[in-house]
């Protein structure tokens, strides 16, 4: 069965403008969370999504949007993009009824 | 809020030798979930092995082997045979489902390095 999958890989953007990083789950996984991974740190929880509702946010600012679809797919949107914004995006997905999550690889974004 | 602390940036072993990477939690629930996660360089976060709080036994996963002292909030790890693949960060990671919301709380991450 394939993973998680995420896409772009990576991508640069400049201050002020908006992107959007798309995620698909594990088949058979409807819940996915999305992680904010800054250099050296350790992943930080932005939102979790399961039916196309969302179950959890974390403390980031309203800039920062996901939506799930009807194919449990996800899409994280981020506007007005700051220099802090550059990390790794992580997407996980889950059975709703299981606590381990599975990540992807992730998707670099670079904001100069 | 639950905090996970790793006190260990960075730790070396000898290909073949045994590494113990530590970590603490902090948290009022009685009932919740304890991950380690191995990132290599090339990103992809992988599960490395779970334990339950409710569960006494530690888990063991093949190499890998924890600590879990649930009084003392303590979750460590335990590498046997360490492997060049075992080069890696290593993410403590602790969860609790809670209105309908499953989030991983992650320590900073210790670096392992093994050498030949």
């Known amino acids: 069965d394939a993973g998680v999958t995420q896409s772009p890989t990576h991508l640069i953007k400049t201050r002020g403008q908006h992107v959007t990083l798309r995620c698909s789950p594990i088949?058979?996984?409807?819940?996915v969370s999305w992680y904010q991974q800054v250099l050296g740190q350790g992943p930080q929880f932005i939102f979790q999504y399961y039916e196309k509702e969302e179950r959890g946010r974390g403390n980031f600012p309203d800039r920062f949007s996901a939506r799930q679809f009807p194919n449990y797919s996800s899409e994280l949107n981020v506007n007005a993009l700051l220099l802090g914004d550059s990390a790794l995006y992580l997407c996980?997905?889950?059975?709703?009824?299981?606590?381990?999550?599975?990540f992807g690889p992730g998707t670099r974004l670079t904001v100069t | 809020a639950q905090t996970v602390t790793q006190s260990q940036p960075e730790m070396s072993v000898q290909e073949a030798e045994t590494v113990t990477l530590s970590c603490t939690y902090d948290?009022?629930?009685?009932?919740?979930?304890l991950f380690w996660y191995k990132q290599p360089p090339s990103r992809q976060m992988i599960l490395v092995i779970r334990?339950?709080?409710?569960?006494?036994q530690n888990a063991t996963e093949n190499r890998f082997s924890v600590n879990f002292q649930k009084a003392a909030k303590s979750f460590s790890l335990k590498i046997s045979d360490s492997q060049l693949g075992d080069t890696a960060m290593y993410f403590c990671?602790?969860?609790?489902?809670?209105?309908?919301?499953?989030?991983?709380?992650f320590g900073k991450g210790t670096k392992l390095t093994v050498n030949p």
């Open positions: 996980a997905s889950s059975r709703f009824d299981s606590y381990e999550q599975y």
């Open positions: 334990q339950e709080a409710y569960k006494q």
């Open positions: 990671a602790f969860m609790k489902q809670q209105g309908g919301s499953e989030k991983l709380v």
């Open positions: 948290t009022s629930e009685s009932n919740y979930y």
């Open positions: 088949s058979g996984h409807k819940s």
